[in-house]
């Protein structure tokens, strides 16, 4: 089991930053992947951005590359997510996720922290 507990939302204007962080516990944090993800009101979910178990590898979604970046401390059993230059579409409930088994499925969901960007 991993439980996965996100903070740093808010609001912010356009043009702004914001640091997510998104803590976890149960097991060991630096065996696996983490990602984010986010769902904007009346939109599906959407991947934000991956990193795997050493943060030696990143990908990104290309709405976010350049502006975003993702990172953990696995001493701090920690992942967090840098976001700079917001725009008002990065609007939406930011979800943090842990990939325990297989590389890119998310088995374990933290309960979001919403995000909002204003214009």
């Known amino acids: 089991q991993v439980q996965l507990v996100e903070s740093g939302g808010g609001l912010v204007q356009a043009g702004g930053s914001l640091r997510l962080s998104c803590a976890a516990s149960?097991?060991?944090?630096?065996?696996?992947?983490m990602g984010w993800f986010r769902q904007a009101p009346g939109k599906e979910r959407e991947f934000v951005a991956t990193i795997n178990w050493s943060g030696g590898s990143t990908y990104y979604a290309d709405s976010v590359k350049g502006r975003f970046t993702i990172s953990r401390d696995n001493a701090k059993n920690t992942v967090y997510l840098q976001m700079n230059s917001l725009k008002p579409e990065d609007t939406a409930v930011y979800y943090c996720?842990?990939?325990?088994?297989?590389?890119?499925?998310?088995?374990?969901w933290g309960q979001g922290t919403q995000v909002t960007v204003s214009s």
């Open positions: 996720a842990a990939a325990t088994l297989v590389p890119d499925e998310y088995d374990y």
């Open positions: 149960g097991r060991t944090f630096g065996n696996y992947a």
